[in-house]
């Protein structure tokens, strides 16, 4: 196995993202980081790289334990890095204020009410 590997093809052999395509879409949005450097998707990564993967609001930071050009089963992909313990505890505290306080949007489960729960709000209301 060679030394170096493009970005794009990691991402997607350590089972960040669906496909090469969206790897490299999401690298040139500037949402993924080698060494604290913007990256493009034919850069070269190396082991002990550390890459930062911005998905929704958290930043997963992790550092490149192996290297692989195929895209294997999620077991044999979790040891192709390994995530630092500040992004472990980053993660956990945002899933926990998410907990805490969630969106307010998201108890809206139904959205509008269809004519039959109308009829039954009216006749709550004695209409």
Do not use: C
């Amino acid at each position: 196995m060679s030394e170096n590997i493009r970005l794009d093809k990691w991402l997607w052999a350590a089972r960040f993202y669906k496909t090469r395509s969206i790897a490299a879409q999401e690298i040139g949005k500037g949402r993924v980081m080698v060494n604290g450097q913007p990256a493009k998707p034919a850069r070269d990564i190396a082991l002990d790289d550390l890459i930062s993967i911005r998905r929704d609001q958290s930043t997963i930071q992790v550092r490149v334990r192996g290297l692989s050009r195929i895209r294997g089963p999620a077991p044999v992909a979790r040891e192709l890095y390994e995530e630092t313990p500040e992004s472990v505890s980053a993660r956990e505290q945002a899933a926990e204020m998410k907990r805490l306080a969630p969106e307010p949007a998201l108890g809206i489960a139904t959205g509008r009410p269809t004519k039959r729960d109308r009829r039954l709000i009216d006749l709550a209301r004695g209409k």
